[in-house]
């Protein structure tokens, strides 16, 4: 990205910059070639939303890795992935330029590639109530790592694979939003037990506007 570009979303960190228009960086990321950095160069690196865009996050890891001591990286978690119109920008799930679906599995980033099929499956969609309910970490997935940021990718091969990330992430969406059975029993009780004291009330008032009307 253009030097001009730099903050534009915001900063993490003490304010102040430790770089200038000279030591600026502008490349391909993912073009297979060793960034413009000696090994170890940096004690801490931070890549925030931006490897659910590129093409080749494994790569990126590895020169992240190679580039620094440790880091941090933060990645959308697969329910913001599937958020209905996300910001008015049209029927997608998630942003439509986003590549991967990411999670962490056993203290690895593991990447899915996200077909564009998602976009037009509705029972993958999450929906405005359920968005609504939605805590800002679960927007948002983050990783602390050291010496080694590690990665792997989730191959796709087939109409099999496929469906059972599907079947994987309706399961994960019901597990999130919608109730357990047991919260459903307690619902209906909870409701059968209003409903018995509404009736049990209905009673006194309705002996009371009898005797109110023989009053008068």
Not at 182 to 208: C, F, M, N, S, Y
Request: charged share 30%; net charge neutral; aromatic share 10%.
């Amino acid at each position: 990205m253009p030097y001009e570009t730099r903050g534009a979303m915001g900063s993490y960190g003490p304010r102040g910059e430790r770089f200038t228009r000279r030591t600026w960086t502008v490349r391909d990321i993912c073009d297979h070639r060793p960034w413009p950095y000696a090994d170890d160069q940096f004690d801490f690196a931070i890549c925030v939303t931006t490897l659910e865009d590129i093409r080749d996050p494994i790569w990126v890891c590895h020169e992240l890795s190679r580039v620094a001591k440790a880091g941090y990286v933060e990645v959308p978690t697969i329910e913001a992935e599937l958020i209905f119109n996300v910001e008015g920008n049209g029927p997608w799930l998630g942003h439509e330029h986003h590549r991967w679906l990411c999670d962490v599995v056993d203290g690895a980033l593991r990447f899915t590639h996200k077909p564009h099929s998602i976009h037009h499956d509705w029972t993958l969609r999450v929906n405005d109530r359920w968005r609504a309910r939605m805590e800002l970490e679960d927007h948002l997935l983050g990783l602390f790592w050291e010496g080694t940021l590690p990665a792997f990718e989730r191959p796709l091969i087939g109409e099999d694979d496929y469906q059972r990330l599907f079947a994987e992430l309706r399961e994960r969406i019901r597990r999130r939003f919608e109730p357990s059975e047991a919260e459903l029993r307690l619902k209906t009780a909870r409701d059968l037990a209003r409903h018995g004291a509404a009736l049990a009330a209905q009673r006194p008032r309705r002996l009371a506007s009898q005797l109110i009307d023989r009053l008068r």
